[in-house]
């Protein structure tokens, strides 16, 4: 017994973690770089999981219950939101890096927010919230970076739901100049002390979830196609008394094809 | 499990997970994205258990916990946070939560805090049932109790009253066998006569022989004045004869033949006196075995047992522990002029599983205790005594009437096995036969029941 009691016993001062050197801060170019290869990471096992996912529902097809339908689904949210995260840190690698470029070609503008309105309700959906999309008919023929921009209205979308009440409404408005989308909830509406910080990153928000960095970016990416994003009065009835929701509107010049 | 479970979460996802997760366990699921909207919920409708985020967009989950609590303080409230920090759990405890379970949900420690926290739940309204059941319930005399044991007994105690027959009252030490036999007495039409009550074990035979029969003027030494006998007194009456198992065996023919003839002779007299009472006893002793071991007259044991009322023991006796601790709650409460709400669930849940060998007084000394000791203006696990706190239930029920007492399979198993090994004094080898497994089958099962190993040493 004694031969093999030499067993290896964590020394004491193991159980508290050894001081780490802190470093200095890294450039802002090392950081997106960071970000950009984390992004590039993260896609890779996501990609796996999706086409797993995707191999075990046609191969079990026939077999599948309602609840492994609604699993399936669940996989699925889960799924793009994390790709949305990964989608979110190249982004701002580009942003804070400075290499943040428009891939823009011609477009149809109507269908890019009905996709962009679907997409969001797709990604969180949320049962006690009406999503309605007041879209005239298209098409609506732009010049724009579609994922970019796509990604911008996807945003603020989601973020109109997740403060809504009871309804969000998402309505385009041409005027000679500018083509406006709206995007409008019944919400509690940016208390004012928020409003000067709402699209600046990396600022806490206390009393809301996430990192609340999906305004921020949608915010660059509208001033990037020339636009501007601005936060007005929602026109939507109230879903409390005394409350007046958020309406974030996209403008975007449009040049007259006359 | 049963229950109705409201989930509140701002992520859809999330609730549409649990709700699929609890669904499992046959529980009933309503879930809403928003703190408000369940609140809405919360004041119509009854839920047993609330599972809610920390950090939601509208109205944070610790806000959310304090206001539910604030319509239906009630209901547990279990905090579901993505954060494992301590912070959070300190954050979620202090706004009231019942517990608290980290993202990722585990689903089988999802069922675990769920299971746990409806029975916390159903144990509170258990217990505030019962407040209102001690001040509604029909006392049967200064009986009390709702348990089918205790039905039965007050069924059989009407039923006899009105006869003049004899009772004998069998039962544990601290069941109550004088409140039964007081109650016989209450429900006859002697209830207007006296009741007088003697315990046969506590005083010596000449004595007993003199206080039941009475004795003339000069019968003894200390004879100083002539003295009527409990039988005369109790004329009109009962007569309650408690510890009868205790009777000196020289006593038994004369109390044999008082009982047959209805007439006792005064110690010294020699004029024989009618009696016209009542006679009921009690006995903590198994009588029918003090017969066979020739202690106890056999004419005497079937004069006496003309109808047999067993006292439950309080451990057969289901749900009235806690109706009883109730009781004696307000009673000492009242006493010491405290004021004190009731029982906490989780004292309660203690005083369940408890066996009570010392029955309804042992219960009744820990309440008087447990009153005193109060710092708060619950009754909570840290005033009950360290052998109810450290309980463990191996009690063996297999013919219960209290659908709370049922065990699973698995649970009466380990049990039989600890009352097995137990009886053999630990030794596995015999109690693999008794039980007619091999030995490393029954080594198999005690590994699965881990506890019961240790405790048969």
Request: charged letters at 30%; one cysteine or more.
């Amino acid at each position: 017994m004694n031969a093999r009691s030499n067993s290896i016993k964590p020394a004491p001062e193991a159980e508290a973690p050894a001081a780490v050197t802190p470093r200095s801060a890294p450039d802002p170019t090392a950081l997106a770089d960071f970000f950009g290869s984390l992004a590039h990471d993260l896609r890779s096992p996501l990609g796996v999981v999706t086409e797993a996912l995707s191999e075990l529902r046609t191969d079990f097809a026939s077999g599948l219950t309602d609840e492994h339908r609604l699993l399936g689904t669940l996989a699925d949210r889960g799924i793009r939101r994390l790709g949305r995260i990964a989608d979110t840190m190249s982004l701002l690698a580009a942003l804070e890096s400075g290499t943040f470029e428009l891939r823009t070609r011609p477009i149809d503008l109507i269908e890019l927010v009905r996709e962009a309105v679907a997409s969001a309700s797709a990604v969180e959906p949320r049962r006690e919230v009406e999503l309605v999309c007041d879209l005239p008919p298209g098409p609506l023929a732009a010049v724009a970076d579609v994922e970019r921009l796509s990604r911008a209205v996807t945003e603020i979308v989601i973020n109109a739901v997740r403060h809504a009440r009871r309804k969000a409404r998402v309505r385009l408005e041409l005027t000679p100049t500018e083509a406006r989308i709206m995007i409008e909830d019944d919400g509690q509406g940016v208390a004012p002390e928020w409003q000067a910080t709402l699209y600046s990153r990396f600022t806490a928000r206390a009393s809301r979830s996430g990192l609340g960095m999906g305004l921020s970016i949608a915010h660059d990416v509208v001033v990037a196609h020339h636009g501007k994003l601005t936060l007005e009065a929602s026109t939507l009835a109230p879903g409390r008394p005394g409350t007046v929701g958020a309406s974030f509107v996209i403008s975007l010049p449009i040049q007259s094809t006359g | 499990m049963s229950g109705r479970v409201l989930v509140v979460d701002d992520d859809q996802s999330m609730c549409e997970m649990l709700e699929l997760m609890l669904r499992r366990d046959s529980l009933e699921v309503e879930w809403r994205t928003s703190g408000l909207d369940a609140l809405e919920l919360v004041a119509e409708r009854d839920f047993d258990v609330i599972l809610t985020d920390l950090g939601m967009a509208s109205l944070s989950g610790a806000e959310l916990c304090e206001r539910i609590l604030g319509i239906r303080p009630d209901v547990p409230v279990i905090v579901v946070t993505g954060n494992a920090s301590f912070d959070a759990a300190v954050a979620s405890i202090r706004a009231g939560a019942y517990d608290f379970i980290t993202k990722p949900v585990d689903a089988k420690l999802l069922s675990l805090v769920v299971g746990r926290a409806l029975q916390h739940g159903q144990l509170r309204q258990e217990v505030k049932r019962l407040r209102r059941a001690v001040v509604d319930t029909q006392r049967f005399g200064r009986l009390l109790g709702e348990s089918q044991a205790m039905k039965r007994v007050f069924d059989l105690v009407t039923r006899v009253a009105d006869s003049d027959a004899s009772v004998l009252i069998m039962g544990e030490s601290g069941t109550g066998k004088e409140l039964i036999a007081r109650a016989v007495h209450a429900q006859s039409s002697r209830r207007d006569g006296p009741f007088l009550a003697v315990n046969c074990a506590a005083m010596p035979g000449a004595l007993l022989e003199s206080e039941l029969f009475g004795h003339t003027r000069g019968a003894f030494t200390d004879a100083k004045a002539a003295r009527t006998g409990l039988f005369e007194q109790a004329s009109g009456g009962t007569l309650f004869l408690d510890e009868i198992g205790e009777l000196p065996i020289e006593m038994q023919p004369k109390l044999l033949r008082a009982l047959q003839e209805r007439t006792v002779r005064p110690i010294g007299g020699n004029v024989e006196v009618s009696f016209d009472a009542r006679i009921v006893t009690a006995t903590n002793r198994d009588l029918e075995a003090e017969v066979d071991e020739k202690r106890f007259r056999e004419d005497l044991y079937y004069r006496i047992n003309v109808v047999r009322v067993d006292a439950p023991a309080l451990r057969e006796r289901g749900g009235d522990v806690l109706l009883l601790a109730q009781h004696f709650v307000e009673r000492f409460a009242a006493r010491s002029n405290k004021a004190v709400r009731g029982i906490h669930a989780a004292a309660a849940e203690k005083l369940v599983n408890y066996d009570w060998p010392g029955n309804v007084r042992e219960l009744e000394n820990c309440i008087e205790r447990a009153v005193a000791l109060l710092r708060f203006d619950e009754v909570t696990v840290d005033d009950l005594p360290e052998k109810i706190r450290q309980y463990r239930a191996d009690r063996l029920v297999f013919a219960t009437d209290d659908l709370a007492e049922v065990l699973t399979i698995d649970e009466l198993e380990r049990r039989y096995i600890q009352r097995v090994l137990t009886l053999v004094g630990g030794n596995k080898s015999r109690a693999a036969d008794l039980l007619g497994l091999d030995r490393r089958t029954l080594y198999r099962r005690l590994d699965r029941y881990g506890g019961v190993r240790e405790r048969a040493k």
